[in-house]
């Protein structure tokens, strides 16, 4: 039920320092008041909120822990209801167990997401802002972190409420005139369009980036590809830093997917090093190949790696013919050698193709820079944020796409009701996205996959 009194551990279950256990709800403080007694025999129910109190934590009598009690009163806190949190030490065991005397003495175990769910349905957060703090929570970069950061304060929401006022004032405008019998021309078309207009290329803006937040988000998936010997373990160890891959100049060296993850730019970037594509009759070998082949088809990038010393092969072309779609970065190593590889058909049949050398080090500090440029992000700006999941950029995608037919239809010179309907169910869509009108069953779904304490 939303009016129980919620507990639950707040910070990471492990050993640690301290432990913050979360109360919130209109019984927060009485409950907590029955667990905790301060040192200077003030009840927390007397403390102002923003205030903090020193003492012990019992359970049915007995001392558990010294303890930190910090009060917040509604509708100064983070759900905007009363909260209390206790700061104990950091054990497993008596974690627990000053969570279970909160329990005893009357509260209920908190849900996934169920502090922040409640902090949304008081109105202390849109949903934009709710989902970005599970982003903020399990960011792995720099970039990442930035722009989860600028989704919790706002500026995504900001963006679209102004977009639905816009809409909204566009519509109240023209029902109104319609109510009053005044004719369709009363309607500035021009205004209208140029309005439109502006809306599309805001949310465009929006649906563009959310494959590149996406990246930034969840990291890049890249699969190091190419026959053996090319120098695909090279490249892998290069960008690592460190020897992680075997380099010996026997083919077939590598026979199962080697995975590390790095941070380039302030973003994750997940490397995969894959066996060469052959044919073999090694059956370890085969399933290295094989396993190569599915890791081509779920990587967001490939970095094809040729030969320059040697003509390209059977399986050099059938590994060509394999990378038709998807975004691919063509490395053509060891140009210190004299050239026996057609390079105009690598660069025909690729619009990324690099130069290398590991021997004497040509190009390779372009590596980094050009899988950047082949995912359009080197010049991505974290700081703007992006929509945060795929609820968020299909509720956007939607208003869109309804944006773009209501300003095809004014040019088609369609009904201009039929143009407004299309900007009205615009406007619901934006709503959808920030949570103004959205059904319980969606805001249960979104908040579930929240942990629990947040």
Do not use: W
């Amino acid at each position: 039920m939303e009016n129980e009194t919620i507990a639950a551990i707040a910070t990471s279950e492990g050993v640690a320092s301290i432990s913050v256990i979360r109360i919130s709800g209109d019984k927060s403080i009485a409950i907590a008041d029955k667990v905790f007694k301060s040192n200077s025999h003030q009840s927390l129910i007397a403390m102002k909120g923003y205030t903090a109190s020193f003492g012990k934590v019992y359970k049915e009598g007995n001392l558990l822990d010294e303890a930190v009690a910090i009060v917040f009163k509604a509708p100064k806190s983070y759900t905007g209801e009363d909260v209390v949190e206790i700061c104990c030490h950091g054990g497993i065991f008596v974690t627990r167990q000053v969570l279970n005397s909160l329990i005893i003495s009357g509260a209920a175990p908190a849900g996934p997401g169920e502090f922040t769910k409640r902090a949304f349905l008081n109105g202390k957060v849109d949903l934009t802002k709710a989902e970005s703090v599970m982003n903020l929570i399990s960011a792995r970069g720099n970039q990442a972190l930035n722009a989860a950061v600028v989704s919790c304060k706002g500026e995504i929401y900001k963006g679209l409420k102004n977009i639905k006022k816009k809409l909204t004032d566009l519509c109240a405008k023209f029902f109104v005139s319609v109510d009053y019998e005044e004719l369709e021309e009363d309607v500035d078309l021009r205004e209208l369009e140029s309005t439109l207009s502006f809306i599309e290329e805001e949310l465009e803006n929006l649906v563009l980036n959310y494959e590149k937040g996406k990246i930034i988000r969840e990291g890049i998936r890249v699969a190091i590809i190419g026959c053996p010997n090319v120098g695909k373990s090279s490249l892998m160890n290069f960008l690592l830093g460190f020897e992680r891959s075997i380099v010996t100049n026997i083919a077939g060296t590598t026979r199962d997917i080697i995975e590390e993850s790095i941070i380039i730019n302030g973003i994750v970037v997940n490397l995969l090093d894959t066996a060469g594509i052959r044919e073999t009759s090694d059956p370890i070998e085969e399933i290295g190949v094989k396993k190569a082949k599915e890791e081509q088809k779920q990587a967001d990038l490939i970095l094809v790696i040729f030969d320059s010393s040697r003509p390209l092969s059977d399986e050099d072309l059938k590994i060509i013919d394999s990378l038709k779609d998807g975004l691919v970065l063509a490395i053509i190593n060891k140009i210190d050698l004299p050239c026996e590889l057609d390079k105009n058909l690598i660069r025909f049949k690729f619009k990324n193709v690099l130069e290398i050398s590991f021997v004497s080090n040509y190009n390779v500090e372009l590596i980094k820079e050009n899988i950047f440029k082949v995912l359009s992000i080197s010049n991505f700006d974290s700081n703007q944020g992006f929509l945060a999941n795929q609820r968020q950029f299909s509720a956007a995608n939607s208003a869109l796409s309804l944006i773009k037919k209501a300003k095809t239809d004014l040019k088609s010179s369609v009904a201009i009701d039929m143009v407004f309907l299309s900007i009205e169910e615009s406007a619901q869509k934006i709503g959808e996205l920030t949570g103004e009108n959205i059904k319980d069953s969606v805001i249960d779904e979104i908040f579930s996959k929240f942990c629990v304490g947040k």
